[in-house]
């Protein structure tokens, strides 16, 4: 029997951790099965597997612990896939074959599902000079492009991958065209950008001084650090990207400083990684662990969650043993440092049911104290694990105990390292967890505060028809199950409410007792003024974070929720509005995934000067109840065809998959003419084969109800029935095309479908 609290958690299952066949035919017959599935495979790698199977089956149960989607979906599958979610990448070699090899050690890992990491830094900044060619060198921005552009070819092959992050340093020369890059809104679209920012370059920043930009020794130019600074601000500000990691910070703090360097993280930042170093990543489910939730005797089981931990720390260690990985030289980082990153899920949960709101100071101070007992059990439970396999390879006590991280431990298990080594060289980190979240039931998000307390899903039927569904945080379905329709107290806070510098607050405290980094979301009210905006960044610098993400509504990111004027009420809530979804027509910022079937029809056009005839199929997808076209298909045994035809089919159907009023490709083919003349077909003269092929996808989308008629516009005016524009709304899901997408631990997490850019 499938103990799903929610028909959300049992959706996202089966879409996304669910094993089957081939064909689709279920093999996990029940959620049961998927745990039973994880804790056999990784208790393969023990001595004692059917012990440990049972107490990794006992972690999972009830949604406690979570392992990351990947572990999730893919072990004990037996198929050649990577557990490890994300990846940094090798150094850049300043150099056009060891770039192009970058490029391609790249493309084998995002061919795996892994996201990746870069730093460009590396790149000689455009202009300079490349001596053995006598030229100028085209800077790393032309180079993110090429990696750009693989990402997009990659992801059209086939299912969504992995998302790419791309850092510089604050002092190379070209860092101001970095920081613009997302100026241009078809610019670098499958990068997270973050600048690397320098504990001088932030005192150079509070002094107003002067702030050299250099690569290999040469100073190119001097700025005013104050200036970049307000550059970077005003491009977050707008475009909510770059982000800023402080690196000297993540440097300092860094368990084996005594045997790496860290310049880039994984796409959502919570990771900090050397040369191809992987994140494997886990969560602890605060929300499962409350006793007598909003009860007088509400708390934290605090000898569960000690239990809880000592069992995911000894499955995840498995973990880097069972995994396969898309690179050796991954394979080698992760035995040699066996780094994890466990965090937690449903803080924000717990916080309510024990009656604290997020942000106070009770809540930081709980929260401090939560994490510090996680961080400690961590590291005894890998204390222990070292003294029965022994320590990561490249373990030096004293080099370890030396680190900063480590200087604030608790002496008892500073002791014990000294004496026993650990086995694993970081273990916490608090990562993205916006669909595994909803697969335990709607818990809060990582560390995030709640962000609607309930809200409205549209779930898309087989036949194309759309119902609804409430979807309701755990914390808040528990209250009502306690207390019925009773109010809810005024501790029940959530993302739209709360003030930015709450929101560090909270960052910084879990910050204090994470090896790695956080990935949260700082939401930001749209009217928040320049100078108040700048200085979240700066108490997030203040006060110990790693890293700084904001995301503030506006014209260019769009609104995520929208709210009635008529209604106080938060997103989510009673009185809150969702964007409308009638229409025909949808306009999509994001190609939609491709299902696994699509329904469509083949047309053969004999053009009179080819010995062969040229196919067309067109392929619809059904969105709100209506057909509309989606792919294109040109094929034809005349190689003289090839090239145009192959570039046509991925050009028209990039433009389809982007929704909109597509009729215009009709209507440019239709007007193009050939000067070594048409042809006469059916009585009509037709100027050429694109014109023929357009007139034919014309009669396609004539056939599906798309347009109106041949010459005619479409069936409704967009512009009037896509959404409602006197509220503003943000980006629409490129898995179920919904408008229900949100800014959560810097990912864009869609509410109806799970789907997470960084998932």
């Not at 997030?540 to 506006?554: D, F, L, M, V, W």
Request: proline letters at 5%.
């Amino acid at each position: 029997m499938s103990c799903f609290t929610a028909p959300i958690a049992q959706s996202i299952w089966d879409m996304k951790y669910r094993l089957k066949e081939a064909d689709g035919t279920p093999i996990d017959k029940s959620v049961e099965d998927t745990w039973r599935r994880i804790a056999r495979s990784l208790a393969a790698v023990e001595d004692e597997p059917a012990h440990w199977e049972q107490k990794f089956y006992a972690a999972l149960e009830d949604f406690k612990y979570l392992p990351a989607g990947r572990i999730t979906a893919g072990a004990g599958t037996g198929r050649g896939v990577t557990l490890f979610n994300c990846f940094v990448m090798g150094t850049i070699p300043d150099d056009m074959g060891g770039i192009f090899e970058m490029l391609k050690e790249a493309a084998l890992t995002m061919q795996q599902g892994g996201g990746i990491g870069y730093d460009f830094s590396t790149i000689r900044p455009k202009g300079a000079e490349v001596k053995s060619v006598a030229a100028d060198a085209s800077g790393p921005l032309s180079f993110m492009d090429v990696w750009d552009a693989m990402c997009r070819t990659i992801m059209s092959a086939g299912s969504r991958r992995g998302a790419m992050m791309a850092t510089m340093r604050c002092d190379h020369p070209d860092i101001e065209d970095f920081i613009a890059a997302k100026a241009d809104a078809a610019r670098l679209r499958m990068f997270n950008l973050s600048v690397l920012v320098t504990d001088d370059f932030m005192e150079a920043v509070k002094a107003d001084g002067p702030w050299e930009l250099e690569f290999g020794g040469k100073v190119y130019r001097t700025v005013e650090a104050r200036d970049l600074w307000n550059r970077i601000m005003q491009a977050t500000y707008d475009y909510a990207e770059p982000g800023v990691i402080f690196i000297d910070r993540i440097n300092a703090a860094n368990n084996l400083n005594y045997c790496e360097t860290i310049s880039a993280t994984n796409p959502c930042g919570e990771q900090p990684l050397p040369p191809y170093g992987a994140c494997l990543l886990g969560s602890i489910n605060m929300a499962r662990l409350v006793t007598d939730p909003f009860g007088p005797e509400a708390a934290l089981d605090e000898d569960a969650l000690d239990d809880l931990v000592a069992v995911a720390v000894r499955m995840m260690d498995n973990v880097v043993d069972a995994s396969r990985f898309p690179l050796e030289a991954q394979a080698r980082e992760a035995e040699a440092k066996r780094r994890i990153g466990l965090g937690v899920t449903g803080l924000a949960d717990a916080l309510l049911m024990v009656g604290l709101r997020y942000g106070s100071d009770e809540a930081v101070a709980q929260t401090e104290a939560w994490l510090h007992q996680i961080a400690r059990a961590a590291y005894l439970a890998s204390v222990d694990l070292a003294r029965e396999k022994g320590p990561f390879p490249l373990f030096d006590a004293g080099a370890f105990l030396a680190s900063g991280n480590m200087r604030g431990m608790d002496a008892d298990v500073r002791e014990a390292i000294a004496e026993h080594g650990i086995r694993n060289a970081l273990l916490t980190s608090i990562a993205p967890t916006g669909t595994i979240s909803l697969y335990a039931g709607n818990v809060s998000s990582g560390i995030e505060p709640v962000f609607a307390y309930s809200y409205t899903r549209k779930v898309l039927q087989k036949d194309g028809s759309r119902t609804e569904e409430e979807v309701v945080d755990y914390a808040v379905q528990m209250w009502r199950e306690k207390f019925g329709d009773a109010e809810l107290p005024d501790y029940f806070v959530n993302a739209q409410t709360l003030a930015p510098e709450d929101h560090v607050k909270m960052q910084a405290a879990a910050q204090r007792w994470v090896d790695s980094s956080i990935s949260k979301t700082i939401n930001c009210p749209a009217d928040i003024g320049f100078e108040a905006f700048k200085d979240v960044y700066m108490q997030a610098y203040e006060t110990g974070c790693k890293g700084c993400t904001t995301y503030r509504p506006n014209d260019v990111t769009g609104s995520v929720l929208s709210v009635s004027e008529a209604s106080d009420a938060a997103p989510g809530e009673a009185g809150a509005q969702m964007p409308h979804e009638g229409g025909e027509i949808v306009y999509m910022s994001e190609p939609l995934d491709r299902p696994t079937e699509l329904e469509g029809a083949t047309y053969k056009l004999k053009w009179p000067d080819s010995n062969h005839a040229i196919y067309i199929t067109v392929n619809d997808i059904v969105l709100h109840g209506h057909r509309r076209p989606f792919e294109v298909f040109i094929n034809s045994k005349n190689m003289e065809h090839f090239a145009w035809t192959v570039a046509l089919t991925r050009m028209i159907s990039a433009v389809f998959r982007r929704g909109g009023d597509v009729s215009f490709v009709v209507e440019e083919l239709k007007a193009v003419f050939d000067p070594r003349g048409g042809a006469w077909m059916q009585g009509k003269y037709i100027p050429s084969i694109l014109a023929a092929i357009g007139g034919i996808l014309e009669q396609h989308m004539i056939s599906i109800g798309f347009l109106e008629g041949e010459g005619l516009g479409l069936k409704s005016d967009p512009t009037q029935t896509v959404v409602n524009f006197d509220a503003p709304r943000g980006p629409s899901c490129p898995s179920c095309g919904g408008y229900d997408m949100r800014m959560i631990e810097g990912c864009m997490t869609c509410a109806s479908c799970g789907h997470s850019k960084c998932g």
